[in-house]
């Protein structure tokens, strides 16, 4: 019997070029990144004729990082390359093969820069002021060497930072083991889905159970996962009590008075930002127990349980949405930004920047990328949804950014960091919402929107708050000497639960032991960005919304900053003071009012 075609995935020369992202922007063609990747290994050792000598001069000291700017640009351009060449087809071999040289290339430069931050270190504060001040050519490297600076009574002595280094892979070890645990060993048993089939439980596959109609297949999911995480419990609280350990031992030896402040200092970031974002989150728990007993009703349940919280409350409904008529919703959604975001947005969807559709061996998801001196690229998949819409949106936000900061910022100074990354993308979506909640006329539909924006906040904005206070207590328990066992681990882990989800959830005990399976606790104080960026976005939106043209040129300014400032003060300037309990009060207040509208709908 012949087999059909119908639902195959086309192969990548099967794409219509209207559809795919022009990769030979960046390089023309393999030739030249040939040419790049040479050039590369034959300027490297220049930067060894600067080694003992950056202390010399200004001029040496300009000279000594031009060189070591000019191979980072270069170096990482043809990593950029290389990656999302293999990313468009995995399966390519010739991609493999650049990657990987791509890859070794990078270690060799990251070998040859090691001399570089401790020598400039060795330059006091007061002449290095006085090197930026008399050398023009060292201004557009005011803040990099600032940042050393500030960082300096952390940093130890040449032998001593040598002997942390050799310790990394020691210090990686409660991570790694987790990891191993986690993903390699731990087998989860079979279940029995929605068609009556033995299905083996993954954790690829967990969330879609938690999300299937079938309340009995989500109760033995969930049950079953943390049966399994319960076997483990002993060892994963072990790996993750050093993993804490590991933390208390790095913030002693640099000096800082506890483990968060040594987290937050590489951002620049006060202990305040974090303390006023659980306690706003704290205060406004009223608005997400409203939202669970929405869930509840709308579900129809006498009791709502921890396995009912990520079943869709609004089911699929039809909205069939082409790619073409995404850009344009994007686009609408996106007119408070004015006519100069506008232009960039629609230069993104007319000149290549974007990889639309999903092709044999392309990589799963989506993402925003590139290099400096081209423009920015996003990988989509792109289904016909309301939520690959939204995604088109985040990732536009993403580009965009990193569009304006490039043709703003020098190399140096163009990064943004984490802090903000996620503030762009999610203003777009906010605005996205905004609008289809203004124009869309049938109730389920904009029922249906609503319930994405606000599962997301509670996802990124109290889910993830919640995730930072477990992680201070935790900490704070290590720093005071007490113990954390399975049982006192657990037990501060449902207490947060029961908090935060209020009195219409039934808090199961399973739940107790989620601690045990979050990733993100291995990098800690790391997830509350999600939260403050979400917030910082959630007000600027009001702002532009409100103010019109002031707050977008506003904004506008904070797209082109990239990181030539601290965070905080790129926020600042924008007009959201995240030092100040008042942008994630005006988050939090959103939420409520969406929750209000909600109440309304079902």
């Excluded at 922007?25 to 060894?48: Q, T």
């Excluded at 202390?55 to 070591?68: K, Q, V």
């Excluded at 994007?330 to 559709?357: Q, T």
Aim: aromatic fraction near 12%; charge should be negative.
């Amino acid at each position: 019997m012949k087999k059909s075609n119908a639902g195959k995935l086309p192969k990548r020369d099967e794409i219509p070029s209207e559809f795919k992202w022009r990769l030979e922007d960046m390089y023309p063609s393999i030739n030249k990144w040939e040419e790049d990747y040479k050039w590369v290994k034959e300027h490297l050792p220049a930067l060894e004729e600067y080694r003992g000598r950056l202390t010399n001069s200004a001029e040496d000291l300009l000279h000594g990082l031009n060189i070591y700017i000019g191979l980072m640009e270069k170096v990482e351009k043809l990593f950029v390359y290389a990656h999302m060449l293999k990313d468009q087809d995995n399966a390519n071999t010739k991609s493999q093969g650049l990657l990987d040289r791509a890859q070794g290339l990078a270690v060799e430069y990251d070998s040859a820069i090691s001399f570089l931050v401790p020598e400039i270190l060795e330059i006091s504060e007061e002449k290095l002021n006085e090197y930026i001040s008399t050398l023009e050519g060292l201004k557009s490297y005011k803040h990099f060497l600032g940042d050393l600076m500030r960082k300096k009574k952390h940093i130890l002595s040449e032998k001593e930072e040598k002997i942390l280094a050799m310790a990394g892979e020691v210090a990686n070890a409660p991570g790694d083991i987790f990891s191993m645990v986690n993903d390699a060993d731990m087998r989860f048993p079979y279940i029995t889905n929605e068609d009556g089939q033995e299905v083996e439980l993954t954790h690829g596959r967990y969330i879609q159970f938690l999300e299937s109609k079938e309340r009995k297949v989500r109760k033995q999911a969930f049950k079953a996962l943390y049966e399994t995480y319960g076997k483990q419990k002993n060892t994963i609280a072990t790996t993750f009590n050093y993993s804490i350990k590991k933390d208390l031992f790095f913030s002693k030896i640099r000096n800082y008075p506890s483990t968060l402040e040594m987290a937050l200092h590489g951002d620049n970031i006060p202990i305040s930002v974090y303390d006023n974002l659980i306690k706003a989150v704290e205060e406004n728990m009223d608005a997400l127990h409203r939202y669970v007993s929405i869930r509840k009703k709308a579900l129809k349940l006498d009791e709502l349980h921890m396995y009912d919280l990520y079943v869709p409350i609004i089911q699929d409904i039809e909205m069939q949405i082409p790619y073409s008529q995404a850009k344009e919703m994007v686009a609408k959604g996106l007119e408070p930004l004015g006519d100069k975001y506008l232009n960039i947005l629609k230069e993104g969807y007319n000149s290549g920047w974007i990889d639309v559709l999903e092709n044999q061996g392309k990589t799963s998801g989506a993402y925003s990328w590139g290099c400096y001196d081209t423009h920015p690229y996003v990988l989509l998949n792109y289904q016909e949804n309301v939520n690959n819409v939204f995604t088109l949106a985040h990732e536009m936000g993403h580009a965009i950014h990193s569009y304006l900061s490039n043709k703003k910022q020098p190399y140096i100074s163009a990064n943004y960091k984490i802090f903000v990354a996620e503030v762009a993308s999610t203003l777009n979506e906010i605005l996205l919402t905004n609008y289809l909640l203004e124009t869309l006329e049938d109730d389920q539909q904009k029922a249906y929107v609503l319930n994405h924006y606000l599962e997301q906040f509670r996802g990124t904005v109290y889910r993830q708050t919640m995730f930072s206070e477990f992680e201070r207590i935790v900490h704070s328990m290590a720093e005071r000497g007490e113990p954390l066992t399975v049982d006192s681990l657990s037990e501060i882990y449902y207490n947060l639960n029961l908090k935060y989800y209020g009195p219409e959830m039934v808090i199961d005990e399973e739940i107790a032991l989620e601690w045990a399976r979050i990733p993100h606790f291995y990098s800690s104080f790391y997830v509350y960005k999600y939260a403050t960026g979400f917030a910082a976005a959630a007000a600027l939106a009001r702002q532009i919304l409100d103010q019109g043209q002031p707050a977008v040129e506003r904004y506008l300014d904070f797209l082109s900053s990239g990181g030539s400032d601290y965070p905080i003060e790129l926020l600042k300037k924008a007009g959201v003071d995240m030092t100040s309990p008042e942008p994630v009060d005006q988050a939090l207040e959103t939420f409520a009012t969406l929750v209000g509208k909600m109440e309304q709908l079902i």
